[in-house]
């Protein structure tokens, strides 16, 4: 049975820094593109991130394009999202969802991870 979970969302200060994880079972991440999205109070689920499985090519949202990175760890199932110089305009809730190509359009993901919090506040 295939299941993403996402982890590493919390309370940070502006400026700040975390590290989401989204470990995968019953699937091989290495083969698929992976996409992190995340969904403000009020508003629709936006793409921040993907990684495709065709040579690791990265991309982002200008919003958070120098200030977060995405990789994957192939040993351990997973994929990363670190982020760094969090703004309050960061806060949401993040999921990963896999597919065979990197979208900005969630409706084209098959599989997603039930998300985790990151609130961004003083």
């Known amino acids: 049975q295939l299941q993403l979970v996402e982890s590493g969302g919390g309370l940070v200060q502006p400026g700040g820094s975390l590290r989401l994880s989204c470990a995968a079972s019953g699937i091989t991440l290495d083969i698929y593109s992976i996409g992190w999205f995340r969904q403000a109070p009020g508003k629709g689920r936006e793409g921040v991130s993907c990684i495709s499985s065709s040579n690791d090519v990265t991309t982002y949202q200008d919003s958070v394009n120098v200030r977060f990175t995405i990789s994957r760890d192939n040993d351990k199932n997973t994929v990363y999202l670190h982020m760094n110089s969090l703004k309050p305009e960061d806060t949401a809730v993040y999921y990963c969802?896999?597919?065979?190509?990197?979208?900005?359009?969630?409706?084209?993901?098959?599989?997603w991870g039930q998300g985790t919090q990151v609130t961004v506040s003083s």
């Open positions: 969802a896999v597919d065979a190509y990197c979208s900005r359009s969630p409706s084209q993901y098959a599989y």
